[in-house]
C-alpha cells in the first residue's frame, strides 16, 4: 500500500541554524501538507501546497518557514532560524482532492525536531 | 473558527472492555469528520471517516456516527485488544484545505 515517507526521523539542531525536513508524498497525490505537535499540545496545521505554490497557510507558517517541491517525488519543509520553540514532531500529508471537504489526507511517521 | 474537543486521557482498560472516546466540534460549514490513530512509535493512521449526517464510519471494529445533532462523533469498540493501545485523535475538514484535530486521547489496554 502506497504511504508517504518523511527523512530524517529525528533531527537535533543548534538554536539559529537552518534545518530542511523532507517527505515524500503518495505518487499519484497533488496537494501536500505539513503539520507538527508540540510535546503535549495539538496537531496543529502549518502550510498546504498544490500545483508548486502555497494554497493555504496558518499564522505559524511567517517568514522563518517556506516549502517546495524540488523535483517530481520530493516536498521539503525549510526552517530558516529554529527557535526553541520549533521543538516539535512534524507530519507531512497528503491527498488527492484538496479542498473537497470529504478528501483524505494521509499521513507520515514525523520526524521529530529538538532545537537546543 | 473551527475546534475539535475530545475527552482527555489515558483511559486505561482491560481487555475486552468496550471503548468509546467522546468528540465534540464547531465548525464553520458542514465538516466532514474523521478519526486517526497513532500507536507507538509510528505515524497518524487513518482509521474511519464520515462525510454526511448520520453516517457511520468504521474499520478494524470500531465505529463512529456523526450526529449533526449534538456535533458529536464518538469513537466505540465492543471489545478491546492490547494492540488497540494508541493515541486517538478526532479531526474535522470543512471550507479549506486544513485538517483540524482534536488534543487526543491516550488509550492503553491491559491483559
Known amino acids: 500500500e502506497p504511504e508517504v515517507t518523511q527523512t530524517p526521523s529525528h533531527q537535533v539542531t543548534q538554536m539559529g541554524q537552518e534545518v530542511i525536513l523532507r517527505c515524500v508524498p503518495i505518487s499519484n497525490h497533488l496537494y501536500f501538507y505539513w503539520y507538527r505537535q508540540i510535546l503535549g499540545q495539538k496537531v496543529e496545521f502549518l502550510v498546504s501546497?498544490?500545483?508548486?505554490?502555497?494554497?493555504?497557510k496558518s499564522e505559524i507558517f511567517d517568514d522563518q518557514f517556506s516549502v517546495e517541491r524540488p523535483d517530481g517525488s520530493n516536498f521539503t519543509l525549510k526552517i530558516r532560524s529554529t527557535k526553541l520553540e520549533d521543538s516539535a514532531m512534524y507530519f507531512c500529508?497528503?491527498?488527492?482532492?484538496?479542498?473537497?471537504?470529504?478528501?483524505?489526507?494521509?499521513f507520515g511517521p514525523g520526524t521529530r525536531l529538538t532545537v537546543l | 473558527g473551527d475546534s475539535v474537543t475530545q475527552m482527555e486521557g489515558p483511559v486505561t482498560l482491560s481487555e475486552e472492555a468496550f471503548l468509546t472516546i467522546n468528540c465534540t466540534y464547531t465548525?464553520?460549514?458542514?465538516?466532514?469528520l474523521f478519526w486517526y490513530v497513532q500507536y507507538p512509535g509510528e505515524g497518524l493512521q487513518l482509521l474511519l471517516k464520515a462525510t454526511k449526517a448520520d453516517d457511520k464510519g468504521s474499520n478494524k471494529g470500531f465505529e463512529a456516527t456523526y450526529r449533526k445533532e449534538t456535533t458529536s462523533f464518538h469513537l466505540e469498540k465492543g471489545s478491546v485488544q492490547v494492540s488497540d493501545s494508541a493515541v486517538y485523535f478526532c479531526?474535522?475538514?470543512?471550507?479549506?484545505?486544513?485538517?483540524?484535530f482534536g488534543g487526543g486521547t491516550r488509550v492503553l489496554v491491559k491483559p
Open positions: 500529508a497528503s491527498s488527492n482532492a484538496g479542498t473537497d471537504r470529504t478528501d483524505t489526507q494521509y
Open positions: 501546497f498544490y500545483n508548486n505554490e502555497i494554497s493555504e
Open positions: 479531526a474535522l475538514k470543512a471550507a479549506g484545505n486544513k485538517l483540524t
Open positions: 465548525a464553520t460549514g458542514y465538516p466532514s
